[in-house]
């Protein structure tokens, strides 16, 4: 079934920018909800942002709003998020996740998830 694959971490400076992308081969992509969330050193895993099946709905953490972005590609089957302005704090293994229908913030209400991308933001 679904399985997100994400790709596009790295190590970056202070308000520097980078672009994560998160990829399935699910055939009914289109009918899930993504969102992405991170883990940090020492802290509990955190929900970062989610968008809606068609992309007309998100909703961000108030600690990367105006900072992140997240879109998606239904044709793709591929969902983004663009991290700008980038601090130290967002330093984290970031982890792409879906689940049917309805979007949602807490880890709980996801089905899949991906392995994780490293960010390393250095100040």
């Known amino acids: 079934q679904v399985q997100p694959v994400e790709s596009g971490g790295g190590l970056v400076q202070a308000g520097g920018s980078l672009r994560l992308s998160c990829a399935t081969s699910?055939?009914?992509?289109?009918?899930?909800?993504m969102a992405w969330f991170r883990q940090a050193p020492g802290k509990e895993r955190e929900f970062v942002a989610t968008i809606s099946t068609g992309g007309g709905n998100t909703i961000y953490a108030d600690s990367v709003k105006g900072r992140f972005t997240i879109s998606r590609d239904n044709a793709k089957n591929t969902v983004y998020l663009q991290m700008n302005r980038l601090k130290p704090e967002d330093t984290a293994v970031y982890y792409c996740?879906?689940?049917?229908?309805?979007?949602?913030?807490?880890?709980?209400?996801?089905?899949?998830w991906g392995q994780g991308t490293q960010v390393t933001v250095s100040s």
């Open positions: 699910q055939r009914t992509f289109s009918s899930y909800a």
């Open positions: 996740a879906a689940r049917p229908y309805f979007l949602g913030t807490r880890s709980d209400d996801y089905n899949y």
